[in-house]
């Protein structure tokens, strides 16, 4: 259950009862504990007092990451939402196992992440179809927002790569248009992009056992 140290835990739907009795009680005993969950550590869960939550990955629609991101600051004092976003989460959306609704879904929060010229809180309220409402101070109204540098390029590129891998035939000019203009990161998300697709195998078995093929 511990993933090191005395005040950080992790919490799934793979746990027991007892286990998750024993985390949650230990949570809400904690002034400073960290908690890293899934989904599974629900709604009806009510820490008062949890000061910042993290998104490691994008949540599947604007309703699960208000629902995720307002576990914190119950109590009415400050607190934090960060939303950890990269190239890989355009690939995702992009992902032909997402159904049309799910898309959208997906879409609409992609959108509202991306978009750093508009009030977080008020893109929040419109995709919810509510009256904007006063801002607290988020990233955009406070001028903070991070990202790295050329991020937004790097990541219009990689897409552009992506596709004109899909459209190529032949393994090695595959293999020259996933390394070209692209970092060995990138490529290796191209990579694992296109083997959850079935757009190309991991060879199982005989002398080729772990290359890539068509």
Not at 120 to 146: K, Q, W, Y
């Amino acid at each position: 259950m511990r993933l090191g140290g005395e005040n950080i835990f992790f919490y799934h739907a793979g746990l027991d009862k007892h286990e998750k009795a024993k985390i949650e009680k230990w949570f809400f005993g904690s002034e400073d504990g960290i908690l890293c969950a899934t989904c599974a550590y629900g709604m009806g869960i009510d820490k008062s007092n949890i000061r910042t939550v993290i998104h490691y990955n994008l949540s599947p629609s604007v309703e699960a990451y208000l629902q995720e991101s307002g576990r914190a600051g119950r109590d009415r004092n400050p607190a934090e939402a960060i939303l950890l976003l990269s190239p890989s989460d355009r690939l995702t959306g992009n992902s032909k196992d997402l159904a049309d609704a799910a898309y959208s879904r997906y879409a609409a929060l992609l959108g509202f992440a991306e978009n750093t010229s508009r009030c977080r809180r008020e893109s929040l309220m419109r995709l919810l179809g509510a009256e904007p409402e006063t801002c607290f101070g988020c990233d955009v109204c406070r001028n903070t927002v991070r990202h790295q540098a050329g991020w937004h390029n790097e990541m219009t590129e990689l897409i552009k790569k992506r596709r004109r891998i899909l459209n190529t035939s032949g393994a090695a000019k595959m293999a020259a248009a996933i390394h070209a203009g692209l970092t060995r990161k990138d490529a290796a998300e191209v990579l694992d992009e296109l083997l959850a697709e079935g757009c190309i195998r991991k060879i199982r078995r005989g002398p080729w056992k772990g290359r890539l093929t068509l």
